[in-house]
C-alpha cells in the first residue's frame, strides 16, 4: 500500500500552477473545519486514477466522504460529458440510503457540483423511480433488490451506460448472505455495460478482508485487489452492568429485566440512548417495560425494528437526527453505518454473539472521527457476564469474524437469468462468460449453465409438461426473453433473495398502518385476543385479507410477537475466547470485573463438577427425575451443537438402543434418556471422530426433513411459487404445502436437480455449520476427556436445562419449575 501513498497536496499547485485534482475536496474539508485522513487522500487518489478495491475502516472516521468526493472530484474534471447516473450507491439498508443521500447533497452544496440524488428502495413510490428512468441523478442510492428491479427494466443498459463507479456500501454484511451474490452478478453485468467502470466496497468490520475485496472485484481483466487499510484508531469502552448478586443458577432471559432499574438510570443520565436487542420479540418487551417503569420516558422514547412501518421508522431517524429522542429501543434495524451524532450511550441487551455485530453497535455512539464509542453490556443471565470480558479481549486483539460467501446458490442465479430474460433477453454465450467472472460461480460447469437454461425454458426433466416453468423463450437468433406480460410482472414481483414467513398488514380500523407482522404468530391468535405491537397493546379485531385489524386496548398484558430466526448463533472467534476466558478462571488468574464478579457460580461450578482449561473438554452425567443425563460443554454455539448433539445421540445409539431428547445453547448441550447411558464405553470407541462425519450426521438428523425446510426459500427465490399480489398474498401454510410437493417431485424424478441439492448443501454449510462442527470434533480429539458425575445440575447444565423445559412449559409451569430447581440447590 505504501506505494499508493501520495504526500498530503495541501493547497500546493501542480508544476505549471494548476490546481491540484484534489484541491476543491480538501477546501471544503477546510470550509466544514474538517482535515482529511491519510486513507481518504489515498482513495480519492486511486479513484481519480480509474482504480477500484476495497477500503477498511473503523465506523465514524469519515468512509463515506472517502469514496463520495472522488467521483465528484472526476465529475467536475469532465463537465462535457453525457448527463446520466454517474455512480451507484448499493446499501443493504433503508436508513442508510437517507443518510447517505444528505451527506451527498451537503458535499454537492459545497463543492458545487451539479449533481441532483436519487435514491431507489423499496419505499420509493413508483412515479419517483419513473421520473428517474426519464431524468437520471448523478448519484443514485439503490438495495441490492431494487438494483435488480432496475435490471428488470427495459434499457437499463442505456441508463446504467454513463457510470463512472459503483460503491457497495457495507459490504461485509452483504456478503454472508445471498443479497451479495445479488450484487456479484449485478456487478458483472455492470462490468459488461461500462468495462472501465471503478467497483470499491465498503467494509468496516470483517476478518476475511482479502477474500472480501477478491469476490467483490471478481475475476474480470483488470480489477486488481487493491485493499485502503484506514490507520484511525477508534477506541471501544465496554462496561457491564452487574446485579445486585451473583447469580450461581444463570437462566437464559430473566436477568435482564432485573436490571431494568439500572438500564433506566443510564437512559436518564444521557441525552440520547440506543438500546439494542438481538430479536424483535425482545425490542418490544423491552419498550413496554422501559415505559412502566419509567412513565416519563413517554414520548421521549421510540421503539425501531424491521416490522415497524417506513414512516414510523423515518420518523424515529430523522427524530434521532435532530437529537429529540431521549431514547430508542432497536434491533439491527439501526446496526450499520447510520450516523446518529447526538447518541451518547448504547446500551447492548443480551450477548450480541458476534465480535463484529458488538462492534458495529458499539460505534452508533461517539459516531464520528477520534471519540471514544462507549458501551453498556446488560446480561441476560449470568454466564453472559463472561461473554462480555470475551468480547473485551476480542477487542484488544483484533479478533473478528470472518464472513463466509454463498457459493453455487442456483436459486439466485436462476431467478437472475429471468430478470434479464424479462427486460432486455439476454445471449447465454455472453452471460455464461460474465458469471464465470464471479466468485459465487467460478466453479459452474457448462453441464450445470445448461441443466439452468433447460429449467428456465421448459421447466426441467420434471416440470416440462407445465406451461407456468416454461418462463422464458428463445428467439430465432438465440436471444434469451420472457414475451408473457403477466410472467414479467409477476416475476418483478419476486425479485429478492430475503425469505420470512408471510407478512400481513397491520392496521387500526380507521386503516392507519402500523407494520408488519409474520403469518405464523399472528394465526395463533383468535379475536379479542391481546398482544404487543410497536410499543403498544392491541387487541385483534379480525384478519381479513391478509391484513391484521387490531384495536387499541386498555389491558395491560398481550402476547409478544415472536418473529422466525431471531436467535443469533455464537460465533468461533467468541467461542474461543470465552474457552480462554474460562481457562483463566480455572488457572486462577481473572483479572476481568465480570469474572471476579461471577466468583460464587463459578465456585460452585468446581464444588459440584469441574472448570474446564483450554486444554480440557468437560462432560457431565447425572440422574434426575427426568432422567439420564448427558451434557457436554464445546463453547461453539447454538447451531453446531445442534448437530453435534444429533451426532453423539447416534453415535451413543448404535452401542445400545436408546432414545434421546435433545437440547442446546451457546455453551454445550444436552442428551436426556430415560435408559442409563454406558458412556465410558463409548469413550473408549472414540466417540468424536471425524473420519465419517459427513455420512454420520446426515445418518444422525433428520436431513431430509431440514432441507425440505430449507427448500421452501430455495423454490420462492427460483420462482417455482408466486408469493401473490400487493395486498393478495398466498398464505404460508400453501405456499409450504407448494414447496413440499415440488421437494417430493424432484426427490422421486429429478434427484440431479440442482435446487434439490443446493437445500441439502446450504443445511450443512450454514444451518448446521458442518466446516465448524468438523474443527470442533477436531479441538475435542486434541483435549483431556473430563467426565464427572455430579450429585445435582450444575451452573452451567442449568440454562441448557431451562432452555429444554422453555419449549415443552407454559411461562407460569417454567417459572414454578425453576423456584423447585432453585430450592433443591439451597443444599449444594
Not at 460505534?363 to 443471565?381: D, E, K, L, M, W
Request: include cysteine; aromatic fraction near 8%; charge should be positive.
Amino acid at each position: 500500500m505504501a506505494g499508493n501513498v501520495l504526500s498530503y497536496p495541501g493547497k500546493n499547485k501542480e508544476k505549471g500552477g494548476s490546481e491540484s485534482p484534489l484541491e476543491p475536496a480538501i477546501r471544503w474539508f477546510e470550509e466544514c473545519g474538517w482535515k482529511p485522513f491519510d486513507f481518504q487522500l489515498r482513495v480519492w487518489q486511486a479513484w481519480l486514477a480509474g482504480k477500484s478495491g476495497l477500503l477498511n475502516a473503523p465506523t465514524g472516521s469519515g468512509k463515506t466522504y472517502a469514496l463520495l468526493l472522488p467521483a465528484m472530484l472526476y465529475d467536475r474534471q469532465k463537465p462535457d460529458e453525457v448527463a446520466g447516473v454517474k455512480m451507484l450507491w448499493i446499501t443493504p439498508l433503508r436508513a442508510l440510503a437517507r443518510e447517505i443521500e444528505a451527506s451527498a447533497l451537503r458535499a454537492i452544496q459545497g463543492m458545487g457540483v451539479n449533481w441532483q440524488v436519487g435514491v431507489r428502495t423499496g419505499d420509493t413510490p413508483a412515479g419517483v423511480r419513473q421520473a428517474q428512468r426519464t431524468s437520471p441523478p448523478g448519484l443514485l442510492i439503490i438495495t441490492p433488490e431494487s438494483l435488480h428491479l432496475l435490471l428488470s427494466q427495459k434499457g437499463y443498459s442505456t441508463l446504467l451506460g454513463t457510470l463512472q463507479g459503483v460503491v457497495v456500501d457495507e459490504w461485509h454484511e452483504l456478503l454472508g448472505s445471498k443479497r451479495g451474490v445479488q450484487v456479484e452478478l449485478a456487478l458483472s453485468r455492470i462490468k459488461s455495460i461500462v468495462p472501465q467502470v471503478r467497483v470499491w466496497g465498503i467494509s468496516a468490520t470483517i476478518g476475511n478482508l482479502k477474500q472480501a475485496a477478491g469476490i467483490l472485484l471478481g475475476k474480470a481483466p483488470g480489477y486488481r485487489h487493491l485493499i485502503v487499510r484506514a490507520s484511525v484508531e477508534k477506541k471501544i469502552e465496554i462496561k457491564s452492568v452487574f446485579p445486585d448478586t451473583a447469580e450461581t443458577l444463570p437462566w437464559a432471559g430473566h436477568l435482564g429485566i432485573k436490571l431494568l432499574d439500572k438500564v433506566v438510570q443510564l437512559i436518564k443520565a444521557s441525552n440520547s440512548t440506543l438500546v439494542f436487542t438481538n430479536t424483535r420479540s425482545f425490542a418490544e418487551i423491552w419498550y413496554q417495560k422501559l415505559l412502566e417503569r419509567a412513565p416519563d420516558l413517554a414520548g421521549a422514547m421510540a421503539l425501531h425494528h424491521g416490522s415497524v412501518s417506513a414512516s414510523v421508522r423515518e420518523w424515529v431517524e430523522n427524530q434521532l437526527h435532530a437529537g429529540k429522542l431521549k431514547a430508542v429501543v432497536c434491533t439491527s434495524s439501526l446496526d450499520l453505518g447510520v450516523d446518529f451524532r447526538p447518541v451518547e450511550t448504547v446500551i447492548q441487551v443480551g450477548s450480541p454473539k458476534g465480535v463484529a455485530r458488538f462492534m458495529q453497535r458499539a460505534g452508533r455512539s461517539g459516531h464520528q472521527p477520534g471519540a471514544t464509542s462507549r458501551i453498556y453490556f446488560v446480561p441476560t443471565h449470568s454466564l453472559e457476564l463472561v461473554e462480555a470480558a470475551a468480547l473485551r479481549q476480542a477487542i484488544d486483539s483484533g479478533t473478528i469474524e470472518n464472513r463466509h460467501p454463498y457459493i453455487r446458490s442456483f436459486d439466485v442465479l436462476i431467478q437472475y437469468l429471468v430478470t434479464l430474460a424479462v427486460s432486455d433477453g439476454f445471449y447465454p454465450e455472453q452471460i455464461f462468460s460474465e458469471i464465470k467472472q464471479t466468485h459465487s460461480y467460478s466453479s459452474i460447469t457448462l453441464q450445470e449453465w445448461n441443466w439452468v437454461l433447460n429449467f428456465i425454458t421448459a421447466g426441467g426433466d420434471a416440470l416440462q409438461a407445465y406451461d407456468e416453468y416454461r418462463k422464458v423463450t428463445i428467439q430465432p437468433d438465440g436471444k434469451y426473453v420472457v414475451e408473457s406480460r403477466q410472467m414479467a410482472q409477476r416475476h418483478r414481483l419476486s425479485i429478492g433473495t430475503i425469505a420470512s414467513d408471510s407478512q400481513l398488514n397491520v392496521k387500526y380500523l380507521s386503516g392507519k398502518h402500523l407494520g408488519t407482522i409474520e403469518e405464523y404468530f399472528i394465526s395463533r391468535l383468535e379475536p379479542g385476543d391481546t398482544f404487543w405491537f410497536t410499543g403498544r397493546v392491541l387487541e385483534l379485531v379480525r384478519i381479513k385479507d391478509m391484513e391484521v385489524i387490531v384495536r387499541k386496548s386498555s389491558r395491560k398484558s398481550g402476547m409478544v410477537p415472536s418473529w422466525m430466526g431471531g436467535r443469533m448463533p455464537l460465533s468461533s472467534q467468541l467461542g474461543d475466547h470465552i474457552r480462554k476466558k474460562l481457562n483463566e478462571v480455572a488457572h486462577g488468574q481473572a483479572t476481568d470485573k465480570e469474572l471476579q464478579f461471577l466468583e460464587p457460580l463459578f465456585e460452585l461450578q468446581r464444588r459440584l463438577s469441574h472448570l474446564p482449561k483450554a486444554n480440557e473438554f468437560l462432560i457431565e452425567q447425572f440422574t434426575t427425575a427426568e432422567g439420564h443425563h448427558i451434557i457436554m460443554y464445546p463453547f461453539e454455539g447454538r447451531f453446531v451443537h445442534e448437530g453435534l448433539a444429533a451426532l453423539i445421540a447416534w453415535r451413543l445409539a448404535r452401542l445400545k438402543p436408546l432414545t434421546f431428547s435433545l437440547a442446546m445453547n451457546d455453551y454445550g448441550f444436552e442428551l436426556l434418556s430415560d435408559q442409563p447411558v454406558p458412556l465410558e464405553q463409548a469413550l473408549e470407541t472414540n466417540l468424536f471422530e471425524t473420519g465419517n462425519l459427513l455420512y454420520d450426521v446426515q445418518a444422525s438428523i433428520n436431513a431430509g426433513e431440514m432441507a425440505r425446510r430449507k427448500f421452501r426459500d430455495i423454490a420462492a427465490i427460483a420462482g417455482l411459487m408466486f408469493k401473490g399480489y400487493p395486498g393478495k398474498p398466498v398464505r404460508s401454510r400453501h405456499l409450504q404445502a407448494t414447496a413440499g410437493l415440488f421437494f417430493q417431485v424432484f426427490q422421486e424424478y429429478e434427484e440431479h436437480n440442482l435446487l434439490y441439492r443446493q437445500a441439502f448443501e446450504e443445511v450443512m454449510d450454514f444451518q448446521l455449520e458442518e466446516h465448524r462442527l468438523r474443527k470442533a470434533l477436531e479441538r475435542i480429539n486434541r483435549q483431556k476427556i473430563v467426565l464427572k458425575h455430579p450429585e445435582k445440575p450444575t451452573p452451567f447444565a442449568f440454562p441448557v436445562m431451562v432452555d429444554r423445559l422453555r419449549e415443552m412449559l407454559t411461562t407460569e409451569q417454567l417459572n414454578d419449575r425453576i423456584r423447585r430447581m432453585t430450592v433443591d440447590y439451597a443444599s449444594a
